[in-house]
């Protein structure tokens, strides 16, 4: 069973279970959870919270993992909240092997790097591309279409998101 030392916070959203827990914590909880029955790995993602002004949450990026028990058919989400330059989390592929993939797409949308993955390399956008396109302060832009009126006058995101 998992402690209660390792949950920062628990509650439900839209009747989904949710418990938030340390960072350094992740990969410990995730291992009790799936010792306790929810041995599938839904989904693994990340939330940019940049442009958020409320306060509510403790860092800018929240690390989101969903679990599901497949004998009770209950989910739970796992809450992580990081921050840094690049933000870094301990991996969980060795818990969860399909989130060897999940984790590549992370860092490659969102720059977050999950420590101890075997093969953290871009998996969606080119080996070249500069930047993380799912970040709230990416540029918003898109190609000049030559033919267009306006190509002289593209538009692109403020400077403060």
């Known amino acids: 069973m998992i402690s209660d030392n390792l949950i920062l916070e628990r509650g439900v959203s839209a009747g989904d279970a949710w418990i938030a827990v340390a960072p350094e914590n992740v990969h410990m909880a995730l291992g009790a959870l799936k010792e306790e029955g929810y041995r599938l790995l839904v989904f693994l993602t990340c939330v940019d919270h940049l442009a958020d002004s409320s306060g509510q949450f403790p860092a800018r990026f929240e690390v989101v993992y969903e679990l599901r028990n497949m004998e009770t058919r209950e989910l739970i989400r796992v809450r992580a909240f990081i921050d840094g330059d690049p933000p870094r989390i301990d991996s969980v592929h060795d818990l969860f092997p399909p989130a060897n993939w999940d984790e590549r797409e ?45 190509h002289e006058t593209w538009q692109t995101a403020p400077e403060k998101a």
């Open 106 to 150: 992370t860092f490659d949308m969102f720059g977050v790097v999950f420590a101890g993955h075997p093969d953290l390399t871009r998996i969606l956008m080119p080996d070249d591309w500069v930047g993380h396109p799912l970040r709230r302060d990416f540029p918003v832009g898109g190609e000049v279409v030559e033919f267009s009126e306006e």
